[in-house]
């Protein structure tokens, strides 16, 4: 499957500071979707980007699909204690492939 | 909202011991996964099933792996024989028709 690298792997942050986390693949990408776990939990989508250059935004996140579609990143606007988590890219090939989870990147909100 | 459930939560068994995790898919939905997690460490496919057949599998999916759908809801993951090295937490996902995958709660599966 398509590999990316993710980066950071942690960052620790104060409350009301941004947050990004990037991705990045050696190969143009299909799609790339993002996942948060919260500690102790599952998994949880938030989005799919599949067009070039394309940004999306979910309140307080936006993420942004690069133009070559190598690279991808999610940004947090003032973060909050809620943000904690382990936030994942994951290539996808199109529909009903699996998911192919990286390392992500830990984010931990200092309040 | 519809979600998908796994049962039990958390599973303690002794190593060799068959095992049985159960998960039911939101209700429409075509495509099924399994993953698992071991403490600290990445999500990992095992496999992905539709249309009562196994669609890919993954290396850890060896012989003591099995899949089933039983009947028109449920959606079951066996291992045979459990090894120290099985213990993780695992977790099913059903695909919907915008190809994104909802996780269940996972079953925590303590081998001793």
């Known amino acids: 499957g398509q590999q990316v690298m993710q980066i950071p792997q942690y960052q620790h942050v104060q409350e009301g500071e941004d947050f990004t986390t990037y991705c990045n693949s050696s190969?143009?990408?299909?799609?790339i979707q993002w996942y948060k776990q919260r500690p102790g939990g599952h998994p949880v989508f938030l989005i799919q980007?599949?067009?070039?250059?394309e940004v999306k935004k979910q309140k307080r996140l936006t993420f942004q699909f690069g133009e070559a579609k190598k690279n991808s990143s999610l940004h947090i606007t003032a973060t909050q204690t809620t943000d904690v988590g382990t936030y994942f890219c994951?290539?996808?090939?199109?529909?009903?492939?699996?998911?192919?989870f990286g390392i992500g990147t830990k984010l931990q909100v200092i309040p | 909202e519809p979600e998908v459930t796994q049962t039990p939560s958390h599973q303690v068994t002794q190593m060799g011991q068959e095992v049985i995790l159960r998960c039911v898919p939101i209700s429409n939905h075509l495509y099924f996964y399994w993953y698992r997690q071991i403490l600290g460490q990445k999500v990992e496919f095992l496999v992905s099933f539709y249309n009562n057949e196994i669609s890919e599998k993954s290396e850890i999916f060896d012989d003591q792996f099995s899949v089933e759908r039983p009947d028109g809801s449920n959606f079951t993951l066996k291992i045979r024989s459990t090894k120290l090295e099985d213990s993780a937490m695992y977790f099913c996902?059903?695909?919907?028709?915008?190809?994104?995958?909802?996780f269940g709660p996972g079953t925590r599966l303590t081998v001793l």
């Open positions: 994951a290539p996808s090939a199109g529909g009903y492939q699996k998911v192919t």
């Open positions: 996902a059903s695909e919907g028709a915008k190809n994104e995958q909802f």
């Open positions: 190969t143009t990408l299909s799609n």
């Open positions: 980007l599949v067009k070039s250059g």
